[in-house]
C-alpha cells in the first residue's frame, strides 16, 4: 500500500536525486534522440558518432584539459518527452549547448524551451526548413529538405537523364519536404512525375503501391524516405518484377542497404563520401568500423561533426551559453566554418548550414561515389 | 494496507478538506527550493495534471457507463488542433478557441455514439479505435487543413488580463485551474441523476432500460462529456506547447490514459488522479534515476552495469506496471458496491473498508457515551 | 491501346487481390492466436504482438549465431515460442484470473511494453534480415507468372501454411479431448471445472497454441519481408486483435476471416482509393461490417437474457 504515498513521493524523490552534482572537472555534453522505441534505430548511430568524437576529444586531452562527458536523453522523438528533456536541460546550468533532436517534430516543440532559457542546440539530423527560422539559438549541421529535393531533381536530369520518375514518400515532414521541393525542381528540369503514392513508417508491405507503378512504367522511382522502409521497399519491388532505378535522399543512406542483394545501383545523396572524403573522414570510417563493427551512416558522420562543432565553440569561448551562440552565428564563412568530416560546415543567418551534397552509390554491396558528380 | 484505506475514508469522508489540501500541496509545488530543476519539475507535474484531466475525462465513458474506450486519442487531437488552427489562423484568443475546441470534440463525440450506440465489450472498443485512428489520419493528411506532419508551429501563448503567460509555473497554475473545473464538473454529474442513470448503465443495461432511463440519450451524453475534456484538454495542450504535430496523438497515448484509470481504480474520479500521478512522473522518475546510476556506477567503478541501462527506462516501465496490477488487480482506488468489477479483490476492499468506519463509528460513539 | 489498358487493369487487379490475401493471411495468423486466448479467458492479450516479434527473433538468432538449418530452427522456435505463452499466462495472467478483465488487460500491455524493450536491448534497433544462404533456395523463386502478375514460391508456401495450420486448429479443437475441454471453458469456466477439466492445463495449453501460431506468422513475415526489429509485433498485433474483432472475437474461422477481409481492404484501398489513407480505409471498412454484424462476421450474436 507504500504505493499509495503518492504524488509527494515521486516529488521527494525528484528533488533528491536532483540534489546531486556532476562530478566538476567534466564538460556535460548531452545528446538529445530517440534511443529507445520505434525509432531508435536512427538513434544508434546519433549516439556511437556522439560517443566516438567524445573519446577522440577526451583521448586527446579534452577542451583545455577539461573532458567531455556525454549523456544521452532519450526522448523516444515523443514531442512530448522532448519538452521534457529540453526543460531539464535548460535547467541545468551546467549544461551550455544541446546536441539534438533528430526529429523535426521532436525539435520544433523542444525550440521554445531552448529559446526562452537562451541555451543553444546543434541539431545533426532534423531538416524541417522551418526551424532555423524560428530561433537564433538552433542550428543546423544537416542540409534542408528543400536543398535537397532539388538537388536531386537536377541531378537525375543532368546527370543521369531521367525524364518519368515515381515518388515514393512517407507521411513524414522530412519525406514530403523532400517530395514538394523535388517536385517544383523537376518542373523546370521537363522531368515528368507519372506518380506519387505514399506509406507510413508503421508499413510494411508496399506491394500494392508498387503494383501500380509498375503499371506506370517509370523509369526510376525516388524514395525520399528512411532505410529500414526503403530496403523493404527496393525488395518488394524486385520481387514484383519492377526493374528500374531507384534513388532516394540522405535518409536512405545507411549500412542496411548493403546487407540487401537488390539495392545494387541505388543511388543516393549524402553529406559525405566515404572514398573521395578527406583523411579525417577515412580516419573515422576506420575508427568507427573497428569500435562498433559496422558502416557508419550519415547520422552518425553528422552527430560526429556537431559535437566537434560544439567542442570548438567551447575550446574557443567557454562554457557561456550566450558567447557559444554568438560563436556559432559567427561562423558565417568558409574561413570561420568548420571542416569536418562531413565537409565543410557554415551556418547562414538563421543557422541553417550551407553544405555540398554528393551522390553515392552501391556496387558489389559497397557505398562508392556516383561517377557523375554535380554542383 | 492499513494506510491507504485511511487516506481513503478521510477523502470520502471529507471530500472538501482533502480538495484543498491537494490544491495547497500543488500551489506549494513551483516554490519549494530546487534549484535550476524547478522548471523541470514543475513541468513534470503540469504534465501529469494534464494527464489527470485526461483521465478524468475519459472516466466517463469505461468508469461510468462501462464501455471500453480506445479512441480517446481522437478527441484530445481534435481538440487541440481545433485550438490551434484558430490561435494560428485566425488570431482568436485561447480563451475563445478553449471552449470552441470543447464544442467541437462533443461534436464528435455525439456523432460517434451514433454508430455505436448498440455495441458493447470488444465490438464498442474496436469501433472507437477505429474512429480515432480516422481522425489521426485526416489530421495526418489533410494538409491543407493542419499542415499534416509539417506541424503547426507559432502557436501563440495564452493570454490572461494583458499577460502573455511565459513561465512553466504559470501553465502549471492554469493546468490546475483547468483540472479543479472539470473535477468539480465530473463529481456534480456523479452525483446526479444523469450519474445514477450512467451506473446503472454499467451494472445491467437492460435493466437500467427497463427503469425508465434512456439508454441512447445516456451513452450519447456520457460520450459528450468525456469527448469535451480530451478537446479542452487538447487545447490547453496547444496553448501550452505552442507546436502541434501529428506524432502526439498516436494510438499509445489512448493506452496510456486507459491504464491510468485501470491502474488507478476505474470509475473513482480520485482514483484515476492517483493513477496518473503515479505513471506520467514515472518515466521521467526512472530517467533521472538511472542516469543517477550510472553516474554511481562510474564513480565506484561497479562495471558490470552497463551505462546503456539509461535506456531500460520503458522495459522497467513495463515491469512495474504488470507488478502494480499485480498487486493491486482492482485499481489503487477501486470502486465499490458495484457489480461490474464485483470480484474478490474489490470485495476484501470493500469488506475492510467497511470494518475500517465500523470501528470508526463505534469509536465516535462510545465518545458520545462517555 | 485500350485492350492493352484493360488487360493491364485486369493483371493489376489480380496481382492486388494475390498482395491482399498475403497480407491478409499474416494477420490471420496472428489474430488466430488473439482469438484464441480471448475465446477461452475472454483476454484480450496485448502481448501477442510481442510473441510474433520474438519468434522471428529467435528463429533469426538461432540461424545466424548457431547456424541450425532453417526448418530446424523453425521448429525450435515454435516450441520454445509454446513455453513462453505458458511462461506469460503462469507468470502475469493467471494471478488476475479472477480480478476485473481490465486488470488484465493493462498487465498484457504492460508484458507487451516489458518484451519490446528486452528484445531492443538484446538485438537493437536496427532492422535484421535473415542470411540469404540460410533460407531454403526455392523461397526466392517465381511460382507462376501470368502477364505481368507475379507470385513467388515463398508466396504459395506462407498461403499453404497458413491454410494447413489453419485446418491442424479446427481438428484440434473440434476433434480432440482437449478442444473439446477449450470449448467447454470458453462457455464456462466454472462448470468445466466441476466436470472435472483441469482448466489451469488447458489454459495454458490454449497459451501455447497461440504464441505458436505467433511465432510461425513471425518467422513467415520475417523471411517473406527479409526484415524484423523489435517494434514489428506493436502494429502487427493491433491489426490482428482488429481482424480478431472483426471476425467475430472467439472464433477461430472468423478471425481468418476477418485478416483476409482486413488485409484485401487495406491493399485494396490503398491501390484504388488513396494510399495515405491505406490503414484508414481497413479501419472504415471494418466499421462498416459491425455496425451492420454488431458482433463481428463469424461471431455469435448472443441474445441476452433478463
Known amino acids: 500500500?507504500?504505493?499509495?504515498?503518492?504524488?509527494?513521493?515521486?516529488?521527494?524523490?525528484?528533488?533528491?536525486?536532483?540534489?546531486?552534482?556532476?562530478?566538476?572537472?567534466?564538460?556535460?555534453?548531452?545528446?538529445?534522440?530517440?534511443?529507445?522505441?520505434?525509432?531508435?534505430?536512427?538513434?544508434?548511430?546519433?549516439k556511437n558518432g556522439a560517443e566516438l568524437k567524445a573519446s577522440e576529444i577526451n583521448a586527446a586531452g579534452g577542451i583545455n584539459g577539461r573532458s567531455i562527458a556525454i549523456s544521452l536523453e532519450d526522448e523516444l522523438c515523443d514531442p512530448k518527452e522532448a519538452t521534457n528533456v529540453a526543460t531539464r536541460l535548460a535547467g541545468d546550468q551546467q549544461v551550455s549547448i544541446v546536441i539534438g533532436h533528430l526529429c523535426s517534430s521532436a525539435s520544433l516543440a523542444a525550440l521554445p524551451i531552448y529559446r526562452k532559457a537562451k541555451l543553444p542546440a546543434i541539431s545533426p539530423a532534423s531538416t524541417n526548413p522551418q526551424l532555423g527560422k524560428s530561433s537564433p539559438y538552433y542550428f543546423r549541421n544537416v542540409y534542408k529538405d528543400d536543398f535537397q529535393g532539388a538537388f536531386l531533381a537536377r541531378y537525375i536530369s543532368e546527370a543521369l537523364g531521367w525524364k518519368k520518375v515515381a515518388i515514393f514518400f512517407e507521411t513524414n515532414d522530412y519525406s514530403m519536404g523532400l517530395k514538394s521541393a523535388f517536385v517544383e525542381e523537376a518542373r523546370k528540369q521537363k522531368v515528368r512525375i507519372v506518380g506519387e503514392e505514399a506509406y507510413t513508417s508503421e508499413t510494411t508491405d508496399f506491394t500494392p503501391q508498387l503494383s501500380k507503378f509498375r503499371m506506370l512504367r517509370p523509369d526510376a522511382i525516388f524514395i525520399p524516405g528512411y532505410a529500414p522502409q526503403g530496403t523493404l521497399i527496393i525488395s518488394q519491388a524486385r520481387k514484383l518484377g519492377l526493374n528500374v532505378g531507384f534513388y532516394g535522399a540522405d535518409g536512405l543512406d545507411d549500412e542496411i542497404m548493403l546487407g540487401n542483394p537488390d539495392a545494387e545501383g541505388l543511388l543516393v545523396t549524402t553529406p559525405f563520401l566515404p572514398d573521395g572524403a578527406g583523411p579525417e573522414a577515412s580516419g573515422f570510417i576506420e575508427a568507427y568500423r573497428k569500435r562498433f563493427g559496422k558502416e557508419p551512416n550519415w547520422f552518425a558522420a553528422n552527430t560526429y561533426d556537431a559535437v566537434g562543432i560544439a567542442a570548438r565553440a567551447i575550446e574557443k569561448v567557454g562554457t557561456d551559453r550566450e558567447k557559444i551562440r554568438e560563436y556559432l552565428a559567427s561562423m558565417n564563412s568558409p574561413e570561420r566554418g568548420y571542416h569536418g568530416i562531413t565537409g565543410l560546415t557554415v551556418f547562414d543567418e538563421n543557422g541553417d548550414c550551407l553544405k555540398a551534397a554528393f551522390v553515392k552509390t552501391i556496387r558489389k554491396g559497397q557505398w562508392v561515389s556516383a561517377e557523375k558528380q554535380i554542383k | 494496507?492499513?494506510?491507504?484505506?485511511?487516506?481513503?475514508?478521510?477523502?470520502?469522508e471529507h471530500p472538501r478538506s482533502a480538495a484543498a489540501l491537494f490544491l495547497a500541496a500543488a500551489a506549494l509545488l513551483p516554490w519549494l527550493p530546487m534549484g535550476g530543476a524547478t522548471d523541470y519539475v514543475v513541468r513534470v507535474a503540469t504534465l501529469t495534471l494534464l494527464y489527470m484531466v485526461l483521465a478524468v475525462g475519459l472516466n466517463f465513458v469505461p468508469g461510468f457507463t462501462g464501455l471500453l474506450d480506445l479512441g480517446f486519442v481522437g478527441f484530445y487531437g481534435v481538440g487541440a488542433y481545433t485550438a490551434g488552427l484558430l490561435m494560428v489562423q485566425y488570431n482568436l484568443s485561447f480563451w475563445i478557441a478553449l471552449p470552441a475546441a470543447a464544442l467541437h470534440s462533443a461534436l464528435w463525440g455525439i456523432l460517434r455514439a451514433a454508430p455505436t450506440l448498440r455495441l458493447t465489450g470488444d465490438y464498442f472498443a474496436i469501433v472507437t479505435f477505429g474512429f480515432s485512428e480516422l481522425v489521426v489520419l485526416v489530421i495526418r493528411n489533410e494538409l491543407w487543413l493542419t499542415r499534416g506532419p509539417m506541424g503547426i508551429p507559432g502557436i501563440e501563448a495564452p493570454m490572461l488580463f494583458g499577460y502573455a503567460l511565459n513561465r512553466d509555473w504559470e501553465y502549471f497554475y492554469l493546468m490546475l485551474a483547468l483540472l479543479f473545473a472539470v473535477v468539480g464538473i465530473s463529481r456534480r454529474l456523479e452525483d446526479s441523476r444523469v450519474g445514477r442513470a450512467w451506473f446503472a448503465i454499467r451494472e445491467d443495461e437492460i435493466a437500467a432500460e427497463a427503469c425508465g432511463i434512456h439508454i441512447a440519450r445516456h451513452k450519447t451524453l456520457a460520450f459528450a462529456v468525456s469527448a469535451a475534456i480530451g478537446g479542452a484538454a487538447g487545447a490547453f495542450y496547444a496553448g501550452w506547447f505552442h507546436f502541434l504535430h501529428p506524432d502526439m496523438f498516436k494510438f499509445w497515448e489512448s493506452i496510456l490514459v486507459l491504464c491510468l484509470i485501470v491502474l488507478g481504480g476505474m470509475g473513482s474520479i480520485t482514483g484515476v488522479m492517483l493513477g496518473a500521478a503515479i505513471l506520467i512522473p514515472l518515466t521521467e522518475v526512472?530517467?533521472?534515476?538511472?542516469?543517477?546510476?550510472?553516474?554511481?556506477?562510474?564513480?565506484?567503478?561497479?562495471?558490470?552495469?552497463?551505462?546503456?541501462?539509461?535506456?531500460?527506462?520503458?522495459?522497467?516501465?513495463?515491469?512495474?506496471?504488470?507488478?502494480?496490477?499485480?498487486?493491486?488487480?482492482?485499481?489503487?482506488?477501486?470502486?465499490?458496491?458495484?457489480?461490474?468489477?464485483?470480484?474478490?479483490?474489490?470485495?476484501?476492499t470493500r469488506r475492510q473498508l467497511d470494518e475500517n468506519r465500523y470501528a470508526h463509528e463505534t469509536r465516535e460513539n462510545r465518545h458520545a457515551l462517555d | 491501346m485500350d485492350l492493352?489498358?484493360?488487360?493491364?487493369?485486369?493483371?493489376?487487379?489480380?496481382?492486388?487481390?494475390?498482395?491482399?490475401?498475403?497480407?491478409?493471411?499474416?494477420?490471420?495468423?496472428?489474430?488466430?492466436?488473439?482469438?484464441?486466448?480471448?475465446?477461452?479467458?475472454?483476454?484480450?492479450?496485448?502481448?501477442?504482438?510481442?510473441?510474433?516479434?520474438?519468434?522471428?527473433?529467435?528463429?533469426?538468432?538461432?540461424?545466424?549465431?548457431?547456424?541450425?538449418?532453417?526448418?530446424?530452427?523453425?521448429?525450435?522456435?515454435?516450441?520454445?515460442?509454446?513455453l513462453f505463452g505458458i511462461l506469460l499466462d503462469r507468470a502475469a495472467y493467471r494471478p488476475l484470473r479472477n480480478a476485473p478483465r481490465l486488470a488484465a488487460l493493462i498487465t498484457a500491455i504492460g508484458a507487451s511494453i516489458f518484451l519490446q524493450n528486452v528484445a531492443l536491448i538484446k538485438w537493437g534497433a536496427q532492422i535484421r534480415s535473415f542470411p540469404q544462404t540460410s533460407l531454403p533456395s526455392f523461397f526466392g523463386k517465381t511460382a507462376f507468372q501470368a502477364g505481368d502478375v507475379q507470385i513467388g514460391w515463398l508466396q504459395v508456401f506462407m498461403l499453404l501454411v497458413t491454410f494447413v495450420l489453419m485446418l491442424v486448429l479446427h481438428a484440434i479443437i473440434n476433434h480432440t479431448r482437449t478442444g473439446t475441454a477449450m470449448r467447454a471453458i470458453a462457455q464456462d469456466k466454472r462448470t468445466a471445472a466441476l466436470m472435472g477439466i483441469h482448466v489451469d492445463r488447458i489454459i495454458s495449453f490454449t497459451f501455447a497454441i497461440g504464441s505458436s501460431l505467433g511465432a510461425v506468422a513471425g518467422i513467415l513475415v520475417g523471411v517473406f519481408y527479409n526484415a524484423l526489429w523489435p517494434t514489428m509485433g506493436y502494429t502487427a498485433g493491433v491489426k490482428a486483435f482488429a481482424a480478431a474483432v472483426l471476425g467475430g472475437i472467439g472464433s477461430v474461422p472468423g478471425a481468418m476471416l476477418g485478416g483476409v477481409v482486413l488485409g484485401v481492404a487495406e491493399v485494396f484501398g490503398a491501390g484504388y482509393i488513396s494510399s495515405a489513407y491505406r490503414d484508414g480505409i481497413a479501419y472504415a471498412v471494418m466499421i462498416l461490417v459491425i455496425l451492420f454484424k454488431p458482433s463481428g462476421i463469424l461471431g455469435k450474436s448472443t441474445v441476452q437474457k433478463v
Not at chain 2, 494496507?1 to 478521510?10: A, H, S
Not at chain 3, 475472454?42 to 549465431?65: D, K, P, Q, S
Request: charged share 10%.
Open chain 3, 4 to 82: 492493352q489498358y484493360l488487360v493491364d487493369s485486369l493483371s493489376l487487379f489480380f496481382q492486388q487481390f494475390v498482395n491482399g490475401l498475403t497480407v491478409g493471411g499474416v494477420y490471420a495468423l496472428i489474430a488466430v492466436g488473439y482469438t484464441m486466448v480471448y475465446g477461452v479467458i475472454e483476454l484480450i492479450n496485448f502481448a501477442h504482438g510481442e510473441i510474433y516479434m520474438l519468434g522471428a527473433f529467435i528463429a533469426y538468432h538461432l540461424v545466424t549465431v548457431y547456424h541450425v538449418p532453417f526448418f530446424a530452427a523453425v521448429v525450435l522456435t515454435v516450441m520454445l515460442c509454446g
Open chain 2, 1 to 12: 494496507m492499513q494506510g491507504g484505506l485511511k487516506l481513503r475514508v478521510f477523502i470520502e
Open chain 2, 286 to 348: 526512472l530517467r533521472v534515476g538511472l542516469g543517477r546510476l550510472v553516474e554511481w556506477t562510474e564513480q565506484t567503478g561497479l562495471d558490470w552495469i552497463s551505462p546503456d541501462i539509461v535506456n531500460a527506462r520503458y522495459l522497467i516501465f513495463g515491469l512495474l506496471l504488470v507488478i502494480m496490477m499485480r498487486v493491486r488487480p482492482a485499481g489503487l482506488f477501486p470502486t465499490v458496491g458495484v457489480t461490474f468489477e464485483m470480484h474478490p479483490a474489490c470485495e476484501r
Open chain 1, 1 to 46: 500500500m507504500r504505493k499509495f504515498a503518492s504524488a509527494a513521493t515521486w516529488i521527494c524523490l525528484f528533488l533528491g536525486l536532483s540534489s546531486l552534482v556532476w562530478a566538476e572537472s567534466d564538460i556535460k555534453l548531452p545528446v538529445a534522440s530517440p534511443f529507445t522505441g520505434q525509432l531508435a534505430t536512427f538513434g544508434e548511430g546519433v
